[in-house]
């Protein structure tokens, strides 16, 4: 394989890492087990992916295609990467999306995980309500004296 790998570079718990042959690493990665630095099967010539300086990916990540990872990234476990990423980012997810940027945490990546919203406990609670209401006139109508 021609891969070029910088120095320093560690395979954490080597098992079933593959680097794919036009993949470029830089200096001080660290790659965890069941890492794939894949192609996508569509490009021709350099079709695996470029890893900057420090980066760390998860067991189980996916990087496809002839991608460039910024330097200081961390990819989350079990990640699928299929595009370029920022330098100073977290990337989490299927596909991967940047949660984390030089260190600062995006807004729309944080969930309150106490108060998730769940439309049908909404739904019926405004049917409970409808229902209510509808009593009470019907009770109002009922208890008016006829004529």
Known sequence: PAAQIGT???????????????????????????????????????????????????????ILGGIKIGDNVKIGANSVVLKSVPANSTMIGVPARVIKMEGERLPEATMDHINIPDPLTDRFETLERELLELRKKLESRNSEPSQ
């Open 8 to 62: 320093g570079f560690f395979i954490d718990h080597g098992m079933g890492v593959v680097i794919g042959e036009t993949a470029e690493i830089g200096d001080y990665v660290t790659l965890f087990q069941g890492v794939t630095l894949g192609g996508t099967g569509k490009e021709r010539g350099k079709r695996h992916p470029t890893l900057g300086n420090h980066v760390v990916v998860g067991a189980g990540a996916k």
